[in-house]
């Protein structure tokens, strides 16, 4: 039951959220929006023909520019087992494939974190529907679902982290492989990511219960084993990707770096408030970290039990410590992205440092847990430190407002008092606590969404019956080999989407000789 509703509540708070937007289905607006309805809606488009009528499609097309190799394509954009939902949706309706396929992935992570404290025994009473809320909406997520392709790596993460537990432990090591080959096959590049947060982790947990050095080694051994034969599964779409990397991406990989912070660190605290996010922090803001005021005070309450063992408490906050100094130094922030700076969508790594925070919370907020006034007065005033540097700061923050400020405030405070209750074994507690979780992370989801504008439908699925219908009306007459070159464009990636030879794409695995050869101005935007 706590497993189902931890899948049921982020999916259904989402669903709701987009009807009341007037999202395909639900009216006449939709979810692109930026990349998602300049770029990532047309290889949708592309694939739903790929499988359904030509499948050659998948390694080689003239519909791309002048012709080229889509297996980059297909392994950064496309490999979701989600996406199979899209053959239910014609493409001048995909919208409405893309919301349900958005809808499923923020009820699967809510699901797979739930699972992760569950099995791993962190957590296993209705708190965990809060946990799993406050993971499933956190901040990375709201402000990144347009980027539907990285989503499955926090679907996923859990899973792997559970596997990872079960290796250290000597239970086996056949999840941890599983899910890593599958989310290197999905999605290389979040996989990537994925992968240093499993060396941090690794080394948090083997340290944090280290016995002897012969034990210690074992488990390196396990886990490096493990991973290279992870690797080796995924080589089959890990090869074939290097080549079409090499060609494109690999030509753009920063050597030249920078010793210096890219903004003052302490500003990363006003993206702890509810709706810290806009249009304007897409292309070059602060990464999203919204986990909810309850995260915040268990991370603080993780830190001052007494009942955690003095070694692990060091080696969270050495990790805290390199996960958050990797969101503001330039030389850690490039080896998260691959030795390459995004061009927006800056920190995209950000989703592993939220999942460390909920997990940290979750295994500091055990139902034994009843803080003393002076672990209380701890919490209050690192809140309230907090609180008091954005407030004075405010005008560096154009995204929150003195009423976002006091309502985080109050949020907090009110976390601070949940957490101080005695009796949390009982049902109502349980409840209360993961309701309160519930309605601060759906009071960020709306106030963040509302500061995007979304395509219409009509605007969309008009313009796809229009060119569907000019396209078939020149290929029905013409059967040989020759290119098309519209009067009319949407995005460069029609000739993906209304399936004919033209001579325009745009996507980030774009080969390097193509943007030469065609003169354009171009940025890797990974």
């Not at 809808?103 to 992760?116: C, M, P, Q």
């Amino acid at each position: 039951m706590i497993l189902t509703l931890s899948f049921l509540i982020p999916a259904l708070i989402m669903t709701c959220y987009f009807a009341s937007r007037h999202m395909a289905p639900f009216g006449n607006s939709s979810l692109l929006t930026v990349d998602l309805g300049q770029q990532y809606v047309d290889f949708f488009a592309y694939f739903r023909h790929c499988l359904l009528h030509d499948p050659s499609g998948i390694f080689y097309t003239f519909q791309k520019a002048l012709g080229g190799e889509m297996f980059g394509i297909w392994t950064y954009y496309l490999l979701s087992p989600f996406n199979l939902i899209l053959l239910f949706f014609p493409d001048h309706v995909i919208t409405s494939g893309i919301l349900v396929i958005t809808v499923l992935k923020y009820g699967a992570a809510g699901f797979t974190f739930a699972w992760l404290l569950f099995k791993s025994g962190v957590q296993r009473n209705w708190t965990v529907i809060g946990f799993a809320t406050s993971y499933a909406m956190m901040g990375w997520m709201i402000a990144n679902q347009l980027n539907l392709m990285w989503l499955d790596a926090v679907v996923i993460l859990p899973l792997i982290v559970l596997g990872l537990l079960r290796l250290i432990n000597g239970q086996g090591c056949r999840t941890y492989i599983i899910w890593l080959a599958a989310l290197l096959i999905i999605n290389y590049y979040m996989a990537y990511m994925v992968c240093l947060f499993s060396i941090l982790f690794f080394i948090y947990e083997a340290i944090s219960q280290y016995d002897n050095r012969q034990t210690f080694f074992k488990q390196a051994g396990r886990y490096i084993g493990s991973s290279l034969l992870a690797a080796g599964i995924a080589a089959v779409t890990l090869l074939p990707t290097w080549y079409s990397l090499s060609l494109s991406k690999s030509k753009y990989t920063v050597t030249n770096v920078k010793f210096k912070f890219e903004y003052f660190p302490f500003k990363m605290l006003s993206k702890l408030f509810l709706g810290g996010f806009n249009f304007s922090q897409m292309p070059k803001g602060m990464p999203n970290l919204f986990v909810g005021s309850v995260v915040l005070v268990g991370v603080v309450a993780f830190f001052i039990r007494r009942d955690v063992r003095s070694l692990r408490r060091w080696m969270a906050l050495i990790i805290t410590f390199v996960l958050l100094l990797s969101l503001c130094f330039q030389p850690l922030d490039l080896v998260w992205h691959a030795m390459q700076f995004p061009i927006w969508y800056p920190y995209r790594f950000s989703f592993v440092v939220s999942f460390w925070l909920i997990w940290l919370a979750a295994n500091a907020l055990q139902k034994d847990f009843v803080p003393d006034p002076a672990q209380i007065l701890i919490m209050v005033v690192v809140g309230a430190a907090v609180i008091v540097y954005v407030w004075l700061n405010l005008t560096s923050f154009s995204f929150l407002s003195h009423n976002q400020v006091m309502i985080g405030g109050l949020f907090y405070v009110a976390a601070v008092c949940l957490v101080a209750l005695p009796q949390k074994q009982a049902f109502f507690y349980q409840l209360i606590f993961s309701i309160f979780i519930i309605a601060e992370m759906t009071s960020n989801m709306v106030t963040s969404l509302n500061h995007i504008t979304y395509v219409s439908q009509t605007e969309y699925g008009n313009y796809q019956q229009v060119m569907t219908k000019e396209v078939d009306g020149v290929t029905s007459k013409h059967k040989g080999f020759y290119r098309m070159t519209p009067t009319f464009m949407r995005t460069k990636n029609d000739p993906l989407s209304g399936q004919f030879n033209g001579g325009s794409v745009f996507s980030s695995t774009l080969e390097k000789n193509d943007a030469d050869v065609h003169g354009q101005h171009w940025s890797a935007r990974w």
